[in-house]
């Protein structure tokens, strides 16, 4: 790759420092999820590209798998607000920051491209939750053990329209065809995306997570 050529757009080169406020770059994926490592840089990005947001006390259960140290509530407010629905859903900081690149990145133009609005809110299935991977008795442990994740349910228009993912994934309109560029727009943020295509247990969700993979940086998307 000739680095040369890139460099009017820092976010596609590997060594830039990330800036939550430029489009999303080729590297942009696996410089949000090493902001798990860096937990000041990744409050003070959020801060920087004018997130509203506030920081959770620890969580430290007796189940050492579960918990977080610096887990984020993503406000409401600013000119550059991300709303959730419920509200009170507790992320980790790499989750936040990679939603709020997805919304203004990915979410809002496919909104005006679809459908000529705004998206007003999130919905939500929650994000903690003291589990293994599908709510196993055994195995790995899902990454909502350390709300590192979040289950996306749908989108609310400012027109009142709501999309939903349960409803109206399937299909060749505007409201399947909106759905699938967000699904496939957070692949690009996010280190595991999880669809309907996936399997049955995401028929109603996407499922979006910052799961730290180590030096392949390999991504799920699905």
Wanted: net charge positive.
């Amino acid at each position: 790759m000739a680095w040369s050529g890139l460099r009017g757009r820092p976010q596609d080169l590997p060594w830039a420092p990330l800036e939550l406020g430029q489009p999303v770059g080729l590297f942009t994926g696996r410089k949000l999820v090493a902001l798990g490592e860096q937990p000041v840089r990744c409050s003070a990005l959020l801060t920087q590209a004018g997130v509203r947001y506030a920081a959770m006390p620890p969580r430290r259960p007796a189940q050492a798998q579960c918990g977080y140290e610096s887990a984020v509530r993503l406000e409401r407010g600013g000119a550059r607000q991300i709303a959730l629905a419920p509200a009170t859903v507790a992320v980790s900081c790499p989750v936040a920051a990679a939603l709020a690149m997805w919304e203004w990145d990915v979410v809002a133009p496919a909104a005006q491209r679809h459908f000529g609005a705004r998206v007003s809110r999130i919905d939500h299935l929650g994000s903690y939750a003291c589990r293994r991977l599908y709510g196993r008795s055994s195995g790995g442990w899902s990454e909502h053990a350390t709300a590192n994740a979040l289950d996306v349910a749908g989108f609310r228009l400012e027109d009142g329209r709501r999309i939903s993912v349960l409803h109206d994934w399937h299909g060749e309109g505007a409201r399947a065809a909106f759905l699938r560029d967000v699904r496939d727009g957070a692949c690009r943020v996010f280190a595991t995306v999880l669809s309907p295509d996936y399997n049955a247990a995401h028929r109603d969700h996407l499922h979006l997570d910052q799961a730290a993979r180590g030096a392949t940086g390999w991504r799920a998307c699905r």
